[in-house]
């Protein structure tokens, strides 16, 4: 696999990274709760505290134990907060705290939890029988990044109250049936990515949890086509799915979620031509359905999707030229559409324009023509990778200007005057790996003197 500039896509997937990320922001987001926690009044409730330590009892930690003394009203206990109008503990926070262990059944008393996090530690095991029945209060649940595995199904149903909840990173697996979403009427965000989970998609989330604007279910084994449903997200924000077994095309209610800035699908089966209604999308940041087998053309009109950002479709069964239309997007800074089937006079279509350009990946397909001059134009180029198509001539003098350019990839093709082409790439002064392969026919390779190098 390509492990150069042009390999990132967003962050989609990676996935270890951004546990640490998420639980930095949550500790950010937990410092800003309203300050009814920790105060004089509260003492805390006898059944809870008798709840923690039992909670205790089949946990431990790998960096120190946890403060839980008795001497200590449990309302002040690392991780604990409590809600001093009724001394009940409300909060349950220990993210990236070291804990190995299982999550006992005496966590379903703590009723009134309004906050759970376990996330970045090592818990292993189901979770508690009726869990969710039994925290009917509960808003934010993250327990991402453990080793919690089992079905989600014989815990119930999600509550009324629940709006955040992250069990990504674990090894859960089973079918995610509809009832287990159906009373989740305030959901907002829901992962369950890097798990095991089979079966299809539950499409039909937002007809439950109207108010919806995060859904990632990528990294699992769902499988088969994605059913109709989504289009009822009409406050959806963020569609993730990549990395599963999805056959089949998209289903055309996908393309009326107007509010979507990422729609994300990469990895899959997912088949058919990629559909003109993507254009309908035009908050759409993030793009990202490569390595399908999506066949046809770029839809013609791309470019009234103006916001994107990262346009990923690499690895399908693309053809066709690159649409005029592409140059409207002047917001792109990464778009890789390497190893399909394109073609065209590549010194033809206008790169001007893409002036915060970062990495272009055009490589392994079917463009023809010269090298294009205009790409010039985009200064904040780090890695461009023209490979294994059908250019020719020479290298332009104009791609000095590209001094942030680190990688050049431009192998395979029928370039010609070698000397040129390193005399003129030699005033790239940030280039480090440069690709020149299987090109300049029966040319010699010239000294490294003729260019004054020291």
Not at 22 to 50: E, G, M, W
């Amino acid at each position: 696999m390509f492990s150069s500039p042009l390999a990132k896509s967003s962050s989609s997937y990676l996935l270890h990274s951004s546990c640490f990320s998420f639980v930095q922001l949550l500790t950010v987001f937990i410092l800003f709760l309203p300050c009814y926690t920790y105060t004089s009044h509260a003492s805390c409730n006898k059944l809870d505290r008798d709840s923690l330590l039992s909670l205790s009892e089949n946990i431990s930690s790998s960096l120190s134990p946890l403060n839980w003394s008795l001497s200590i009203d449990c309302c002040f206990w690392e991780g604990v907060g409590c809600d001093y109008n009724n001394n009940r503990v409300n909060r349950l926070w220990l993210p990236s705290r070291g804990l190995v262990g299982s999550i006992s059944t005496s966590i379903t008393n703590l009723s009134h939890l309004q906050l759970l996090s376990f996330a970045g530690n090592g818990l292993s095991g189901p979770l508690p029988d009726g869990l969710f029945l039994s925290l009917n209060r509960i808003e934010t649940i993250d327990l991402s990044c453990n080793r919690l595995s089992g079905q989600l199904q014989p815990f119930g149903q999600l509550p009324a109250t629940i709006k955040t909840m992250d069990l990504s990173s674990n090894n859960f697996e089973g079918v995610i049936q509809s009832s287990f979403l159906q009373s989740s009427s305030s959901l907002v965000s829901f992962n369950v990515s890097n798990n095991s989970f089979s079966g299809p998609i539950p499409s039909n989330v937002c007809n439950f949890s109207p108010s919806i604007t995060f859904l990632d279910f990528s990294w699992n084994y769902f499988d088969s086509s994605i059913p109709y449903g989504f289009g009822m997200c009409s406050n959806l924000k963020v569609l993730r799915a990549g990395f599963n077994v999805i056959t089949e095309s998209l289903p055309d209610d996908i393309y009326t979620v107007l509010p979507l800035q990422e729609l994300s699908f990469p990895g899959n089966g997912i088949s058919g031509p990629l559909s003109e209604g993507i254009a309908n999308l035009t908050n759409l940041k993030i793009l990202e359905l490569y390595a399908n087998e999506f066949t046809g053309s770029i839809p013609r009109e791309i470019g009234r999707i103006s916001n994107l950002e990262q346009l990923l479709l690499h690895i399908n069964n693309l053809n066709g030229s690159l649409p005029s239309s592409l140059m409207n997007c002047t917001r792109l800074i990464d778009l890789n559409l390497r190893v399909n089937s394109l073609s065209g006079e590549l010194s033809g279509f206008d790169f001007s324009n893409f002036l915060q350009f970062r990495s272009i990946d055009l490589g392994n397909n079917l463009f023809n023509g010269s090298f294009p001059v205009s790409i010039a134009s985009c200064t904040s180029l780090s890695a461009i990778r023209l490979s294994t198509n059908l250019l020719t001539g020479d290298i332009q003098p104009e791609i000095q200007s590209l001094q942030s350019l680190s990688y050049f990839s431009i192998s395979n093709n029928s370039l010609t005057n070698i000397t040129g082409a390193i005399k003129i790439l030699s005033g790239c002064k940030n280039l480090s790996i440069l690709i020149l392969s299987k090109n300049f026919y029966e040319e010699k390779l010239p000294y490294e003197g003729s260019f004054g190098w020291s």
